[in-house]
């Protein structure tokens, strides 16, 4: 059913006020950019996700002075009354939910075509389309910032090719990203996704979490919290020290199948379950994946032990009938935070697009300093959000004095 | 859109058939009273909620033999589609979600007019009726059961003036049910509700429960599992002693209310948060109830404390504006487990039903020897029940040695 | 080398002054007696530990009117200079650390000599002389108070068979002393002691607990809490059921005892840890008793399945040469919180004491009311303590409003 | 009262014994080392502390071919009967316990006089001596280890100077140390230390904890699963934001002074509690410091708060009074753990051994091609501690499959 554009915009425009209210660190930095104006005249051109939350990075960028040039970096995430809600105020915002191909690179192109100063890129559309077809588009560019690691990859296979022309700030790399998307957001929303799907009970049961990085230490901590035993799986031997001193238990997965209950993988690696699993796990055994690609359980494997046809028993559970036993299959395998949840927190976004916007920020207020290349976010970017995200909790705490300064000072030299 | 009888009653065997797979504790138990038959030529009334799990629960009493009369507790949560299951297979099943009092009455009626033996009770309808105005029908009553505190506060009330004609078991006093449904069902539950009505993270928040009872400590127990600070409020010294010694703050409501970011009522009593406490609470704080009823946040004083008209913000959120700040109400202050959760999980529901099996038999062996009162779960049944979820967990443990239980005995009666 | 009598008294006034500072919640009581004076003119004979948390409790008493005769419960723990102070001031006091049987036994008689009528008791050795031996004595005795279990098992051996004199409170029974005594005190301190002996470093380490009662369950908290993996062995099934709903493993103590770097028994039952668990414990195997006798380790059954002479490795360790591996005793398998520790935090003999003290003011004040036998702790003295201790800690709390305590005597009457 | 020399050398054996019961990462190591002899016909010069884990390191390293000689690091620490085991089996060891500065010095210019071409040193004071005094033996040394991070300060002067002559492995500096150091093992001894000193019951108590580093973390973690409250105090933002995401209250000293039980410094710097933190902390407060000087807490000033002298309530305890309250020192404000516990405990010592052992031979292994400088511990001996401790703990992990190893490969390079 058609919504008519104004009543579309009117709610695209509520969607934000919420999403507003949950994300005070950057209407902080708003409130800042908007006395500073340190992006007065700048064009600022982003593919990003067309949610609520983006709305109120490019209203932040706006209140800075910059105009704004909006795509999709995906169609399937476009929240079109957003776009309506932008479009009513005048913003430049290109998307729609579901567009086909042509749509979409037409959106690209229209936000190149805006001449950015700076770009802001999910996945290195921007600035993958300007090094290929637009290379004139790179003259006038200050820089640009990137928030995936698969962004990342194509950017530095770019640098070290000696191809990539201008500085580029890798967001999602900055330690305040790590804290609250890896660890706390996707610790959270990855048990959270796994008990929409489920509703099962994790006190008394076992889960098992197949790879120990940023994330996998942020669910193995929450499933603890919910009451589950943890069990550890790792291939690296100091992240798996790291579990067993935290009190996990680490074996290896084929031993780890026959005991959990729930199973969560991880690695960022393939076939991290697979048939030799399957074989031994107990009856009703829940399989679900949070990493990037659903390649980390063995799929083809998976089908392969089956007797008969997977069914849906549940809107989000698969299961698998291997004759003895039944598996679970969560999510058809796809990352289980975003397929069975929300998502990530506003508290999550409201952290890495402050970090979007002050590393706008800084690109052009240093951004002839940087060269080209991708650049770690600066520790005092790091700092700042950090600083702003204890204002907004209330928190206050204590500076160094003058004698304290000058005491670590001289312990680094003097001694 | 209408659903054919056949098709229904298949959705609903799907929906069975799921709902045995979590429930390994009843399983245990129909196929052993499969085996002894101890229900064989018996007639048990159920008033339940007509659901899947309850369905379980008809199976495993019918495997014992007994013949099932059945009606639904509750309108609003009869599934029809295991109604139809039910009847397909000759269940003499009635409820239709929705029903008017007078069709739920008949339901009531005709159940008591199929003569039962024992009755299972949630809210003492069954028991009500039958003693209200069917009184000949008490006179082949072996006995009852019951499942909620409403029911049995009328039980006793009738007790009490010496009206009581048979012995009744109190299942929802089992410890394992305490355990179960108080603490780590609504403790996971009411959390998960909030969690999915606002996508809030928790790690880094402020939750102040107030409550501190079986249901109180779950809450408190799962929100620091999940990250948050928790801050408790109780008006029982002995409690709050209890909370300050595992670690959680433990101060008065209003000095909380300056605190907290989420609050979450489970006292059993009303007003439990009201305009003193709305006055100084942080903008965007949340409120939540996983209390049985909605009076333990003052709803008319939330309203009074608004300066403009509550708006819906989220499907279960509704925000209150009080000039200086908004607060948000989840599920309109009802009990949040269930209104924006999916209630409690199928193992909580397997012990519950699990005691109500083996409470039945119970009766039927030694209600005799019982007398007509309110009795508290039999040990040996508690004992079974937790012995039973043992096994499915995979769980063994020790038993005495001879030597052992002779040296307990001698220290109890030598010393 | 002896020190002079003014000297030891001023030691003694020294401890006692540092042990008043650690028990605000009877310096509370004291207070309160000190103005209320509701023991005047009644003779109190008390037979306790005579250490400076004792004396603490006697100027509580003394404050409140009684005049005091002690002596002590175990000539092992008798602190002289304790003794010394409170002789010095006037009090008498009998006891000496290592008396033999004599002296200990005309201590015992002194107090009774001193015609109580109010009697403290650490092992029922008062009541149970004035039962046996004096029970002129027991004429004006209005009643007593017993700490301990052995103590509660004599005097409920003299109650069955009609003989008990007097009322009893069983101040050991109480909840606050669970709380205080039984989890969170032998909680620590068992594994403080454990940790004093062996200096080992907890997280990574797999502990056993074997028995999870009260202490039980404080000791697997607080070795979680460490950083251990704690798998927890019971004979109950409720017991191990809440055990593995709390996270922990659950399993037979011979499966665990291939698994676990340190074992504690904690069961009051024999033989807990045999020859078929030395057999499979890892090399290094740590192990300790936390029950109240040393009976749980089977000490013959380890040195019989030793090859050598057991040898101290360290102060409180004995290792046995089992050919293979070598396992390490603590403190000779005695109570290891106190043999390797320093037993009780004074928090927790403030609160034995203070129940203790509010115990002799009930059966001053109830005494005839109460009748010969052993009775609990009214709860009204329990939530005073508790009270007391919240108020210690500097916290407030809540009060039912008018309208609550209405609400909820109406709902438990009017539903 | 002396003992003699050989008695003195069997104490030691044994005590040596019982420490290499402790340490199987290192025996594992002896062991390979013995098999590979990677240091025959090599010369390597210890100045580490003198006790019997330093001689199960020496034992490791004698194992693998090297000709040993050892001087003590701190003449405090010596253990005498270890250094006459030591003797009494060949090994050139010089030290005794409470030694003078001259004989001290002497010590270590034997060491130096004995040719090294590897030195292990705690301290820097064997690469302090041979760049300063004996230039000459630096032409023949492959390269040091270093132990403390006081020594790394005056090792990176030399090199800031360009005046280091050859590679220095920073052993401290390992994530194996940094975790199982500080982390782990300072976090239990910490809280053991206070623990000790004062016999408190950490359950329902408020700890705060000053500084928010590697140790910090462990202490602050360990002091919650010890049942406190925990406050954490901070100047740096990213940590504080880490401390209220982990749950801990975060606030600025001034205000969790007024609040806190028990205080726990340790920042690395000076006067973080001073009088106008004593002026509001609550009476009877106890302050520790668990950084390495006894700066942290204001000494002078806490002495220029009271009233009265000093006074010495317990061994380790000095009480302030300050009038209105007393306040209590631990340990004069040295770092607690040490002072009022057994300082690390064995397994720590056992992992920065191994890594010791293994810096050794990678220096000898790798030494010409690291060149003069401060160089980490190589990711291999990382790895390779976490790998034999896991080993220890019987832990085994999984490797990565050979398509598992092309599938991350590609990932990065192909992406």
Excluded at 322 to 336: E, F, I, Q, S
Aim: proline share 4%; with cysteine.
């Amino acid at each position: 059913m058609a919504t008519t554009g104004p009543r579309l915009a009117a709610e695209g425009r509520a969607r934000i006020e919420w999403a507003e209210g949950q994300m005070p660190v950057l209407r902080s930095i708003r409130a800042r950019l908007a006395d500073e104006r340190p992006l007065a005249g700048l064009r600022v051109g982003a593919c990003l996700h067309m949610t609520a939350e983006t709305a109120c990075l490019a209203s932040a960028l706006a209140a800075g002075g910059a105009e704004l040039a909006l795509c999709s970096a995906n169609p399937l995430t476009t929240q079109d009354e957003v776009v309506a809600a932008l479009v009513a105020d005048g913003v430049a915002a290109h998307g729609r939910r579901g567009e086909d191909a042509d749509a979409y690179a037409a959106g690209v192109l229209a936000v190149i075509d805006a001449a950015p100063d700076v770009t802001l890129d999910d996945g290195a559309d921007l600035l993958g389309v300007l090094h290929a077809a637009r290379p004139d588009g790179l003259e006038r560019l200050i820089g640009g910032t990137e928030e995936t690691t698969t962004g990342l990859v194509r950017l530095r296979g770019l640098a070290a090719e000696g191809r990539l022309a201008c500085p580029v700030i890798a967001v999602n790399e900055a330690r305040t990203e790590r804290l609250f998307n890896d660890h706390y957001g996707t610790g959270q929303s990855a048990l959270d996704g796994i008990l929409r799907a489920t509703n099962l009970l994790m006190a008394g049961r076992t889960m098992v979490v197949l790879g120990y990085g940023w994330t996998g230490k942020g669910i193995a901590l929450r499933a603890r919290g919910a009451g589950a035993q943890v069990i550890v799986c790792e291939v690296d031997a100091m992240r798996a020290l790291e579990a067993r001193m935290e009190g996990f238990e680490v074996m290896p997965a084929v031993q780890a199948a026959a005991r959990g209950d729930v199973f969560v993988t991880v690695t960022g690696n393939r076939d991290v379950l697979g048939p030799e699993h399957f074989a031994v796990m107990p009856d009703g055994a829940v399989l679900a994946n949070a990493g990037h690609f659903d390649v980390e359980i063995d799929l083809p494997g998976l089908l392969a032990s089956a007797v008969a046809e997977p069914r849906d028993v549940l809107p989000l559970v698969t299961q698998y009938d291997l004759g003895d036993r039944k598996l679970n299959l969560l999510a058809a395998g796809r990352v289980v935070n975003l397929a069975a949840g929300q998502g990530h927190p506003a508290a999550v976004m409201d952290m890495s697009f402050a970090t979007q916007a002050l590393a706008v920020e800084h690109l052009v207020r240093n951004g002839a300093a940087l060269g080209a290349g991708v650049h770690p976010v600066p520790t005092d970017v790091d700092q700042e959000v950090a600083r702003l995200k204890l204002a907004a909790f209330g928190v206050r705490i204590d500076a160094l004095s003058v004698a304290q300064a000058r005491y670590k000072r001289g312990w680094q030299v003097a001694h």
